[in-house]
């Protein structure tokens, strides 16, 4: 515990997007800063945030390092049949490419995978769901992410809580000729979508059980579609790996859900890929939760971006 500002050492931020200029954890300085406000474009709503706290910090704790950890980093090794929209490249040359957020928890869930494996991270193919409000998932192989959902902004790929994940994006083009405001649509896709916008409950999972329970068709319909379109999101990322070793669930709900678990795993099944129901009931941490003879192992792995962050500033500062 910290009882005195002049015990910190080193400040680490959650920096949500660092495009194609950073690659990995960066001790801020001015032109960093100047990035990360550029960069605000293609994250409106996280980018001007995080650049706050690092201001704040500056102000509170000037003769103290600063360290900007990147969600999009893990995933800017992407090969470009992966990171590359199929729409004219004039726009990959503009920036506008699949970055993936998450980065900091997916690298951290494929390193604690690994231990807990007791394998070499370089010797797996791993599947990571982070699942929470925001769901995203990660394809990687020799401890390097080669695909994943969320694409030019955290939007794109699963249904999340109120955000939709991917949609047609003829609808997007209907809905502005019909006059709907810009302003109103990124409203509906990210804050009123997802499985807030089809149950008309909430976008919050447990909520969405507990409606469930008492018989509410549109909450089970949220639940059938989640599961549906995280089924179709993991098989792209098997397909992409060309076999797994290990799938991970990390984030509030995949943590917490039992039955998301269940569900999305049984739809693998027909690969051997199979769960200890047992295991799987119990509030277990960073454990193996697969069945003895599944052909792959099932992990939940507790979230530590914090930790995670910690350790990056600790590389950085020692180096």
Request: charged letters at 20%; glycine letters at 10%.
């Amino acid at each position: 515990m910290i009882e005195k500002l002049d015990e910190i050492d080193v400040v680490g931020h959650r920096v949500v997007h660092g495009g194609q200029e950073y690659r990995e954890a960066t001790v801020v300085t001015p032109q960093v800063k100047k990035v990360i406000s550029r960069l605000s474009t293609f994250a409106p709503v996280h980018n001007p945030v995080n650049l706050e706290g690092i201001t704040a910090i500056e102000q509170l704790l000037p003769s103290v390092p600063q360290v900007a950890v990147f969600d999009t980093a893990f995933h800017s090794q992407l090969p470009l049949s992966a990171a590359v929209y199929p729409i004219p490249y004039e726009y990959y040359e503009q920036g506008i490419r699949r970055y993936g957020f998450h980065g900091i928890n997916h690298q951290y869930c494929a390193a604690r995978a690994a231990q807990l494996l007791q394998q070499d991270l370089k010797s797996l193919r791993l599947i990571t769901c982070h699942l929470g409000n925001g769901c995203s998932l990660a394809a990687i192989q020799e401890g390097t992410s080669i695909d994943t959902t969320m694409g030019f902004t955290p939007l794109e790929g699963l249904m999340m809580g109120s955000r939709s994940g991917s949609v047609d994006p003829g609808i997007i083009v209907h809905l502005l000729r019909q006059g709907i405001e810009v302003d109103k649509l990124d409203e509906i896709l990210n804050r009123a979508s997802g499985l807030k916008g089809v149950s008309g409950v909430s976008g919050d999972m447990r909520q969405i059980m507990s409606e469930i329970a008492q018989g509410n068709a549109r909450a089970q319909l949220a639940f059938d579609i989640y599961i549906h379109r995280l089924r179709s999101h993991i098989g792209s990322m098997l397909a992409t790996l060309g076999g797994l070793d290990a799938l991970v669930f990390t984030g509030g709900v995949g943590e917490n859900q039992p039955p998301i678990r269940a569900a999305a795993c049984a739809g693998f099944e027909f690969i051997g890929l199979k769960l200890d129901p047992d295991k799987n009931s119990q509030p277990l941490l960073d454990q193996d939760i697969a069945a003895a003879d599944s052909t792959a192992r099932v992990l939940v792995i507790q979230a530590q971006e914090d930790w995670a962050i910690a350790t990056e500033c600790w590389k950085l500062i020692n180096a």
